[in-house]
């Protein structure tokens, strides 16, 4: 089976991990200060803290913006449901705002005209994670100036994400939001094994998720309550989690780090082959929005179904037969069962229904042969027959 994302490990990120290992500190040493300045620097954003996933991050992101049980938190339907499910963890209400048909994240109209309504019912989002799907950025100088306008907090989750631009910057430069947050499962762009990291421009913040990371215990003299009884002296000053990253998982997703960059231009340079090889096609190709150089997490497709006699269920399974690891990204997070018990009466998202009709994730991932492309290119065109 050819899967859909694949890590890419080389002998130079088995030695950083190795390393690690022969050392003193396998866990609360060097290395994961060194992953949190070297990504942060690359986001060209103030602090780095890592985690042990983008789920863990997300939640402490969430608390550092103050979120809870009276709030609101506005997601995308088309997402992970990380995404929507950080709001819970912290008691909020989670409504979703609809997608854009062309680029299939968040939509700026959908959520202005959402912001006008919540407003007159009392109902404003506290926090907003705009979700840059398979790579592509959100249109964060909009959304930003709307957060500005209603005064709501906002969280980029750039899970799909890292090494991607928007405006010519780098994703996770913050400039448009509160937080950003990043993950490193194997299946993403780069990898820790399993592994987050939130970025922002915020001292206040950076300290605070510092501390929550881990059990909210400090040994900063500073934030106690009472002067240290000794050396051995720490308080516990907030209900904090262990969410830390080991330095074994840091030691690899620093060594990734160095080669972000080719991997993003080779997933680039196989969506281009996958754009020549499809375009003709009854399918709707990923469009690229201008301001935008997407890390290409993901390539996915949508079916015309109106010039199709398959359904996507079809040809999704004759993908499989053919043993192409197709997926779908995602299922509609308000369609959970979980978020359908939540007594909440979603608005229509029509345009989040009707792409998760067509969607299909081709594979994509740096080592993907042009000979396996090949063969998922070909087993496409039998399957739309
Ligand atoms: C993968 C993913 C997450 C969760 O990442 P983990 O590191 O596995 O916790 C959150 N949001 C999105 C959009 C994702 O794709």
Not at 163 to 170: A, E, N, T
Not at 198 to 204: F, G, I, K, P, R
Not at 232 to 259: C, K, P, T
Request: one cysteine or more; charged letters at 20%.
């Amino acid at each position: 089976m050819i899967p859909y994302g694949r890590q890419t490990i080389s002998e130079k990120d088995i030695s950083a991990v190795v390393e690690v290992l022969r050392s003193d500190y396998l866990t609360q040493g060097n290395v994961v200060p060194e992953f949190e300045l070297a990504l942060s620097q690359y986001c060209g954003a103030r602090y780095g803290i890592t985690t042990n996933s983008a789920t863990s991050a997300l939640h402490l992101a969430c608390l550092a913006l103050g979120l809870g049980d009276q709030d609101w938190l506005w997601t995308t339907p088309i997402s992970f449901v990380a995404s929507a499910n950080c709001g819970r963890y912290c008691g909020a209400n989670v409504d979703f705002v609809d997608i854009d048909p062309q680029t299939y994240n968040l939509s700026v109209d959908a959520l202005k005209r959402k912001l006008e309504t919540a407003r007159q019912s009392n109902k404003l989002p506290k926090v907003l994670v705009a979700v840059h799907l398979a790579g592509q950025s959100c249109h964060m100088r909009e959304i930003s100036s709307l957060a500005k306008e209603y005064g709501f907090s906002i969280i980029e989750d750039a899970s799909h994400a890292v090494g991607g631009k928007y405006l010519g910057k780098p994703i996770g430069s913050c400039e448009f939001s509160d937080i950003s947050i990043f993950s490193f499962h194997p299946v993403k762009v780069i990898t820790s094994a399993e592994g987050g990291m939130l970025v922002t421009n915020s001292s206040e913040l950076a300290e605070n998720l510092a501390l929550l990371r881990s059990h909210g215990i400090t040994r900063d003299a500073s934030l106690m309550s009472s002067a240290p009884d000794g050396e051995w002296y720490y308080e516990q000053i907030d209900l904090g989690f262990n969410y830390r990253m080991s330095d074994v998982h840091a030691a690899l997703g620093l060594s990734q780090l160095v080669n972000l960059d080719d991997f993003i231009a080779r997933r680039h340079s196989l969506a281009k082959r996958y754009d020549e090889q499809l375009e003709q096609l009854p399918l709707m190709l990923p469009y690229q929005d201008p301001g935008c150089y997407s890390a290409y997490h993901l390539y996915i497709i949508r079916l015309k179904l109106d010039k199709l006699t398959k359904t996507r269920r079809q040809v999704f399974t004759s993908l499989r037969e053919s043993g192409i690891g197709v997926n779908v990204h995602y299922i509609p997070i308000h369609r959970q069962p979980y978020y359908q018990n939540t007594g909440i009466a979603y608005d229509p998202l029509p345009h989040a229904e009707r792409y998760y009709e067509e969607a299909i994730s081709l594979p994509l991932f740096p080592d993907l042969s042009l000979s396996s492309q090949d063969q998922v290119t070909q087993a496409l065109v039998e399957a739309l027959q």
